[in-house]
């Protein structure tokens, strides 16, 4: 299992031992939008789901703060998105995330492509009941520094009033049974913005709260693994 630990506002320290971690997929607030972008994919080779929203289960040490995501190719990306995490005292923490997916693999199959790259996590979060009542106003960005070195590029900018809500993620994970200590949930991610070069060599992910200025990032390095022998 992984082990993470968050800081909070106030200084004090949470972790998690995360013995479940999901991705939720196809989760934005309008299912309409959704159904259109499911037919984009189509044409792009990649399989609808059999149900919208989705969620995946991605095996648990894949759930990581790092600064470093080796990859295999060159066709990986991430995805800016919130993560709900059910602490080691069951408290519901608030935090953000970057979900780095193979792109090649999820031509064949989502699950298989949420596998094949880890969730990093940022190393501080909020407790959700602090933010609850501002939830849909909370901006959620994320930047991508091209390969070769470049400018930084805002690649993903919109708010988590896009997804649907922490609040419906906790009662799913409640009529599941997993509303307990160790699960962490993914939420999907909003919109790419066009004309951006996703393929980077540097992702960073930012969720922030315009009512106090406070911020959660993360930021990692994207790193070519060496070819293979054999």
Known sequence: ?????FELPDGTQRRVEVSSLLNAGYAGRSQDDVAAHVAELAEL???????????YPVAPYLGQQ???VPVQHARTSGEAEWALVVDDTGDLLLTAACDHTDRALEAHGVAWSKN???????????????????LDTLTLRAWVTPVGGGEELLVQDGTAGELLPPGYWAEVLRERGELRPGTVLISGTIPMREGVDQFAARWRVELADPATGNVI???YDVVPMPEPIG
């Open 45 to 55: 080779g990649v399989p609808a789901p059999s149900t919208t929203p989705a969620l």
């Open 217 to 219: 990032a993360l930021a």
């Open 116 to 134: 094949a790259g880890p969730d990093v996590l940022a190393r501080t979060a909020w407790r959700l009941a602090e933010v609850a009542d501002r």
């Open 1 to 5: 299992m992984a082990a993470l630990t």
């Open 66 to 68: 790092t600064t470093r």
